[in-house]
């Protein structure tokens, strides 16, 4: 491996195909102003979101893990006019950074952000929604990963897209002996996304700027129990 070289073919890819604006980079700035770790997805895996939002026609997408909103502003900006977008967060001030960039961004309309545990979040959510969800990004606290996929199963539409980020942990899932809690988390989700009958699934390596990881991409079955 060449961590170098994919780091510049990285910048390379973002320079030709996600020219980054001033939201965008203020966005990542106030990470670090209010002493955010910087775990936000690449530019480049922004922009793929954003292509995946469109690919479905996402008029209802939702997020869990806010952060501080950058992946938030790159699926809203997919939306169309009426589009909406739901993201859980469970730490208030980063609900609260996330939210003035969102502002800054122009999206307040089409985004709301909710603060609390996911898991508590989300039985509220399949209790008051009308219109399942089109896109569902996972972007949290790893030991619940499973759970939170299997809440997106519930709240999706047949035909719907479930994107779930580092899953691969710079190789670490191979450890069958780790005892660090997030690479167990997502060890016990990539054998129930091998074994779950809702989803056609798929996981692919992200290499780059934001070093080794991966994300799994599902689409809900048109026949899931679930849905």
Known sequence: M?????VKVDRYIADLLTPQDNTLLATI????????????????????????????????????GTLGGYSTIWLARALPDGGRLLSLEYNPVHAEVAQQNITQAGLESKVEIRVGKAIELLPQIESEISTSFDLIFIDADKPPYTEYFQWAVKLARPGALIVADNIIREGKVLDRHSKDEKVL????????LATNHDVTATILQTIGIKGYDGMAIAVVNRNSKSS
């Open 185 to 192: 988390g997502v060890q016990r989700f990539n054998r129930m």
């Open 29 to 64: 700035e106030s990470l670090d102003k209010a002493g955010m770790p910087q775990h936000s997805v690449s530019p480049n895996q922004g922009k793929m979101l954003y292509t995946l939002a469109l690919l479905c026609n996402a008029r209802n997408i939702l997020e869990i």
């Open 2 to 6: 060449n961590p170098e070289l994919f």
